[in-house]
């Protein structure tokens, strides 16, 4: 066993050489120093179709973030701390050096593209920074042009993507568009297609813009009231889309559209094959005597702009301004609608987790020995149990003991085994046709240290502040952000993801433009929907982490102050024997009370007596707080 592992790493060593070695013939070709490969594809997905999954290829590494640049002689991934032991699993460090955002000495891509540079400038000469530029967004191309001016870097766009030429010097890549488009009806979605283009024409007449092109999938998505299965686990179609103030076009695979769907759009939407976007996109900035295109630089690719661009040079009077797509934000600000179909999706998720929670207790209970991929294939069976499932809305992350402190640990092995005094970290979540579910929990196997019951009850507090947090209105997703870390902080601890992500209705898990995190300054408000999931993560140790989807709100306010709060969506017990209530203020233990009064509430309907009974211990209250039901509902 030991020496065909042995042998399956070396093979991979020298398959991702080879790649790499190949790629570098590619390079030379275009007299090439560097060549940039991010994780993300043509419309900045995550999750990518198979042929697509362009540096996971060409470098062995699967984290869902995380690029690579590729030199003559040296290759660097460059990832953020939520990789940072998966990169030193997956990567072989004598041929791709790993590059921990975040940690001293360690070198962003523009910094090592600098230091590059400054070698290069001592042989008078500059370096040729290759890359596709419809895989970069606006506004990373922007700051590279910012920044390498005077660097001594020149900024190439290829015509083709390298990556994809040499794949397909070894394979055949596989088909990205063949899936079928579906239509959503009004009835799920609370607005027709009609509807929603209205809505965006006026935003546009508000801003005088002519010409507004959409790269994005989730925006097309919502936008037609359409649905496909291009990406994994994500409801969407590979597409491009373009609208004006008379016209709308939707680009994608017309083979896959069915003659019912092309009915319903003929009247708004000319549908083109997928390839015609750039030339339709030339034609709408080119035929009016003046235009103003609106790009959104973190949706709209480089390869969008430099096409506008090149119209500008020609001689065209176009503007372009640089805005928020107003799309996302309606896409964003969930309907009432929209809002029930989410509240039926994830208290279907919240009863399947459930199920797997007291499903675990008893198994360990009765003494059998689990895996994590026993773990992953109950809970989603489970979610598939429930009505009108379609798919996991991401892989389901798994992880016992050590493995835990994986942030995104999507590979659960039914080798490794829950033993007695370690941590479970699941994180999973279902795709309805209602909407999109996200949670997690942090469980023990048997009886907890006095450790894990501390670092536990500091990532419960951190959740407990921030989802019992009033808000006046303008409040951003970073000022709560620093509601939640502030308990870990005052521990000299933290966590490397953001605590909370906007949810899409049957869409992505994460979207935007609302977030709670450090960087986010956007504002939340009633109708978004987002995650709290704050976390503690130790190599070796562990990991915890604690998420629920929530709804903004707005509350009850005084003096003519507007002021928001969170409804929860999922309604799943925490762990109890985790839990130091003395370390809890009556505030914070009321909430907890009262939320685990909501979950017995919710689900008692809609379980069996065995279940009831089970759930009831789960999430009896703790300490003497009454309990006032009506804070959580």
């Not at 910012?146 to 088909?175: C, H, M, W, Y």
Request: one cysteine or more.
């Amino acid at each position: 066993m030991i020496a065909s592992n042995f042998k399956a790493i070396q093979n991979n060593q020298d398959s991702i050489s080879a790649k790499l070695a190949n790629l570098r013939v590619m390079m030379a070709k275009y007299d090439l120093d560097c060549y940039f490969i991010p994780a993300v594809d043509e419309h900045f997905n995550l999750s990518v179709p198979a042929a697509k999954q362009r540096r996971a290829w060409i470098s062995g590494f699967t984290g869902s973030a995380g690029d690579l640049l590729v030199g003559k002689d040296s290759a660097w991934l460059f990832v953020d701390s939520r990789y940072y032991e998966q990169a030193d699993l997956q990567v072989d460090t004598g041929i791709i050096q790993i590059s921990k955002l975040g940690l001293e000495e360690n070198l962003s891509l523009i910094e090592t593209l600098e230091k590059l540079a400054a070698e290069s400038a001592q042989k008078s000469t500059k370096i040729r920074f290759g890359f596709d530029p419809f895989t970069v967004s606006t506004e990373q191309y922007q700051n590279w042009v910012k920044k390498f001016a005077t660097a001594g870097i020149e900024l190439v766009s290829s015509p083709e993507n390298l990556a994809d030429k040499v794949r397909q010097t070894v394979e055949t890549l596989p088909a990205i568009d063949e899936s079928p488009i579906f239509s959503l009806p009004a009835s799920l979605t609370g607005e027709t297609a009609a509807q929603k283009l209205a809505r965006v024409r006026e935003a546009m007449a508000k801003a005088n813009i002519d010409v507004l092109p959409i790269s994005n999938l989730n925006q097309i998505a919502w936008l037609f009231n359409l649905r496909g299965s291009d990406i994994p686990n994500i409801p969407i179609f590979i597409s491009y889309a373009i609208v004006t103030i008379d016209a709308a076009f939707l680009f994608t695979n017309p083979e896959r559209v069915s003659l019912e769907i092309k009915q319903e759009l003929s009247a708004d939407v000319t549908l083109l094959p997928y390839t015609d976007y750039p030339s339709t996109l030339v034609s709408c900035v080119s035929l009016l005597k003046k235009v103003r295109v609106l790009l959104d630089s973190k949706h709209s690719t480089a390869g969008t702009y430099q096409l506008i661009l090149d119209q500008q040079r020609a001689g065209n009077n176009i503007e372009i301004v640089f805005e928020p797509n107003p799309v996302e934000g309606m896409k964003a600000r969930k309907n009432p609608v929209e809002i029930e179909q989410m509240k039926s999706a994830n208290f279907k998720a919240s009863r399947a987790k459930t199920l797997t929670l007291m499903w675990l207790t008893e198994q360990v209970e009765n003494g059998n020995v689990l895996t994590e991929f026993d773990v992953k294939e109950t809970v989603e069976g489970f979610y598939q149990q429930e009505t009108d499932f379609q798919s996991l809305s991401f892989r389901t992350i798994a992880g016992a003991g050590s493995n835990s402190s994986i942030v995104h640990y999507g590979t659960p092995s039914p080798e490794v085994t829950l033993k007695p005094g370690e941590l479970l970290l699941l994180d999973s979540g279902a795709q309805y046709l209602a909407g999109t579910t996200d949670d997690t929990r942090t469980m023990i196997v048997g009886e907890p240290t006095a450790l894990q019951i501390e670092h536990y009850t500091t990532v419960l507090i951190a959740h407990i502040n921030c989802a019992a947090q009033q808000f006046p209105k303008g409040t951003t997703g970073s000022q709560l952000d620093a509601i939640a870390r502030a308990v870990l902080w005052q521990q000299q601890l933290d966590y490397g993801h953001g605590t909370g992500h906007g949810v899409g209705v049957f869409l992505a898990v994460h979207e935007g433009p609302n977030g709670i995190s450090k960087s986010v300054q956007y504002p939340l408000e009633p109708g978004m929907v987002t995650s709290i999931e704050p976390g503690y993560y130790e190599p070796g140790w562990g990991g915890i982490r604690l998420e629920n989807l929530y709804i903004v709100r707005e509350m009850p306010s005084k003096n003519g102050t507007v002021w928001y709060g969170f409804e929860p969506l999922t309604y799943i017990p925490f762990e109890q024997k985790l839990i130091n209530v003395d370390r809890l203020s009556k505030t914070q233990l009321q909430w907890l009370n009262n939320y685990h009064a909501s979950v017995i509430e919710k689900l008692e309907p809609v379980l069996d007596a065995a279940a009831i009974a089970w759930l009831k211990k789960a999430a009896a209250a703790l300490g003497k707080i009454d309990v006032d039901v009506t804070v959580s509902q």
